[in-house]
C-alpha cells in the first residue's frame, strides 16, 4: 500500500499550469514526467476499459440488446459525461487526476439533467432532448475562457496498482448485480409465472410520469400531487428521452450497475482527495458496498432483518433512489470536505499534494445538495447534522466562529428548506420522534419479569447488536480519533458528525425508513474508517511478503466465516439460544442473540490470538506493533460474509419482496401505451396485488399495491392502488379518499351504464378501461356501451370513444 500517496509528488515538486493540454479527454504530461505516448495513454485506459468490457458482457449475457447497450453508452456519454465534466473543471481551480474530474464530472452530469428535464418537459420539447447538452457544449466552444476546458493539462498519473484495484470494486459489484437481479430478473415479465419485486412497477410508474409531467404527479391516482423523492424517476425518464431505450430496459438493466459504478468511483475520489492517501479510495469503495452488515444469520430475508433496510441488498436494485442518491451523497461530502481543509494552495502538506477545488467548491455544494435534496430525503439531515457537530467541535476547540462551516451549512440548509416546502410539501411519510422507538421491542418486558440488572444488560446488549450490525464497518476511525486524542481537522469533525447522525436519527426517529438515515451515515464514516486504517497500515510498514499474506488471511477468514454461516447458521443460533436460557426462542431479544454470540466468539478467539501474537512477537521482532492492523483488517471484513450470502441466497431461496406479476397484464399495459397519448387516463378493476395471483377467488382486496398498470402504459390510472400515496402515508390510513370516485371508477367495469362512461371521459378524460379478469369479469354490458380493442383471454382493453 505504500507510506505516502502513491499519485502525488514529494512536496515541493512543482506542478504544471491548469488550462492547457493536449486531448479532449485531458490526458495530458502529469506532474511526474513527460508526456504519455500512445502505448502508455492506452495502457493507463486499461482498467477503466476492461471494467466496462465485463459489464457489457455481462449484460449481454442477461440478454440486454446490444442496441441498448450502444445507445445508453452514447447517453452516458453524451447527456451525462460531456456536459458535467465541462462544468465541473470550469469550477474547480486547478486539476488534480482525470478520473476525478470523470467521476465528479458525471456527478455534476447528473445534476445538470434535472434542470434540463425541467425545461424540456416544461415547456414541452421531449422530442428534442437529445440535444440539450448542446446548452453546455456550444459556450464552452465559442467562449475562449471557456474554451481552455477542453484541454486541460497539469494531471497527476494514478498508479496503475491503484486503478485496476478501483476497477476490480467496480467489477466486483458488477458480478454480485449480476447473480442477483440481471441473471435472475426477465426485463419485463414474460410468463403467467414471473414474480418481480413489489415496489419494482411502482418506480417504473413514477419514471414514466415523468416523461409528460411537470412536477410529477402520483400516477396511481391521476391528478394526486406527488410529495416524495422523485429525482431517481427523472434520471430514468432522462435516460428514455436522451437514449430512446425503452425503460424497463433502463430499470432492470441499465441503470443500477451504472450508478453503482459511478458511486464506487467517486468514493474512492473523494476518500484520496479528503485523506491525502490515494489507497484509502479502493477501501472505502469495498467498505461502502462489499462489506455488509454483520449477522449470523442464514438465510436473511426480509423479516431477519433486525436493524431496518441492509446497505448491501437495497443500494444496489431495489431501493433506486438510495442507488441514485448515492454517488450525489459522496460528492456533496467531498466538496464540503474539501472546503472545510482549507482554500489555499499551500495549507499544509496534504494540500500542497493535492490542491483544493478553490470557491467553485460553494457552487458544487450548492448543486450536489440542491439533487440530493430529492434524490433520498435521508441525505441532507445527516449532512446538516455533520455540519452542525464540525461547527461545534471547531467553536469549542477555537473559541471563533467557523464562518466557511457557517456559510456551507446555510447551502445545505436552504436546500433542505426548498426539499421540504416545495417538493415534500411537510409530508413526513408517517415517521415520528419516538425515542428507541425502531429498537425497543428487543428489550420490551411488558409482564416486568427482568430485575433492573437483567434489564440495563438487555438494553446495552440491543445496542451493541446495532453497533456490530450496522456500524462494524467504521471501527477504522477508532485508531485516528486515538492517535489524534481528539483533535481532529473540521474535514475529520465533518465525517465524525455525520457517522454519529445516521443512526443517531434512526434511533429517535420511528418507522421503518428511518433506518435510510442509518445507510446515509455509513458513506461519512466508511470515508473515515478507510482514512484510519490507511494511517494504521502505514506506521505497520509491511514488507511485500507481509502485505501478500495479510490479503490472503484477509480473504481465507472471510471465506471460513462465510462457509460457518452458510453451513451452520441454524445450529449455531440454536446453541447461543440454549445459552442464554432461551430454548425456545420466545425472548423479545431472541433474533439478536445469534450475531451477539457470534461476535463474543471472534472476540475470545482474537483475544486467543492477541496473546499468541504478543508471544510470538517476542522472539520474531518483526511482528510487534503489526498485531493491531490484523486484528483492525478482520473487524472491517466480519460483515463481507453478507455480499456472499445474499448471492447465494438468491440462487436457493426466493426473496419475501417479490409477488407476481403474469406477462398477460404487461402485455395489455404496453398495448396501452402503443395506443394512447400521454393525457389519456385509464381506469382499472385492479387495486391490489396477491401473493398467489388470486388463485383463490373472490379474495379480498387488503392491500391496495396495484402498480402495474401505470408502470407498464406509462398512463395515469383515475384509481389504481394507493397504498404508497403521500396523502395516505401521512394519515396512516388504508382507506381511498374518495370513495365516490372509487365507486364511479369501478362501476365503469362492473355496472357500467352510459351516463357513467361519459362522465368518465368528459370530466376524468378517460379514454380505456382496462380489465383483469382473474379478479372478476366485467359487466356483459360493457361490450355494448364502449368498443373492445384488445383481448388476451385474461386481459381485456376497452376504449371510450
Sequence with gaps: MGTTDSTAPAPGTPTAPAGSGSSALGDGPGAEGAPLGTTARLVRFLPALAAYAFLVALLLAADTSVGDVARYTFYVLWGVLLPGTLVFRALRRRPHTLVEDLAFGAVVGLVLELAAWAVLVGLGLQSVATAWPLAVVIPFAAVPGLRRHWFPRGYRRTSTAWSWSVAGTVGLTSAYLYAVVLSKNPIVPDTETTRQYIDLPYLLSLAGNAKHNFPLTFPQAAGEPLHYHWFTFVHMAMTDLVGHIDLPVVQMRLMVPALVALAMVITAVVAHRLSGRAWAGPVAALLVFAVGEFNAVYPNNTPSWTFGAPAVPLMAWASLSLTYSQPLLMALIGVVGDALRGRGEDDGERQGRIPSLGRGAFVLAALFAVASSAAKA????????????AGLMVLIGTRRIPWTIVGLGAIIAGAQLFATAVLFKFESYGLEVVPFGNIERYWADPEHTRTAVTQAVVVTATLGAFLLNHQLRLVGMIPLLWRRRLRLEQTQWFLLGGALAGPSVYLVVNGFNASYFTLAGLPFGVLLSAWGYCEVFERAALPTRAKAALAVGALAFVGLL???????????????????????????????????????????????????????????????????????????????????????????????????????????GRWVRAHSDPSDVLVTNGHCRSENDYAVPGQTCWNSLSFWLSAYSERSVLVEGWAYSPRLMSEKSGTFWDQPLLKLNDDAIYQPTADILDQLHDRYHVRYLVVNRKLAPESPLLKTLATQVFDNGRMAVYEIS
Design 378 to 389: 435521508s441525505s441532507l439531515p445527516v449532512t446538516l447534522a455533520a455540519l452542525a457537530f
Design 562 to 668: 462465510t462457509y460457518g454461516i452458510y453451513h451452520y447458521a441454524g445450529d449455531w443460533a440454536t446453541f447461543a439460544l440454549k445459552a442464554v436460557g432461551d430454548a425456545k426462542g420466545t425472548k423479545s431479544y431472541t433474533a439478536l442473540v445469534p450475531a451477539l454470540a457470534a461476535a463474543a466468539a471472534l472476540a475470545g478467539i482474537a483475544a486467543v490470538c492477541g496473546v499468541l501474537w504478543w508471544a510470538v512477537g517476542r522472539v520474531r521482532p518483526a511482528l510487534r506493533r503489526r498485531g493491531g492492523l490484523v486484528l483492525l483488517t478482520a473487524a472491517l471484513a466480519a460483515g463481507a460474509p453478507s455480499l456472499l450470502l445474499d448471492v447465494q441466497q438468491t440462487r436457493q431461496i426466493p426473496w419475501d419482496g417479490a409477488w407476481p406479476l403474469p406477462a398477460s397484464q404487461v402485455e395489455a
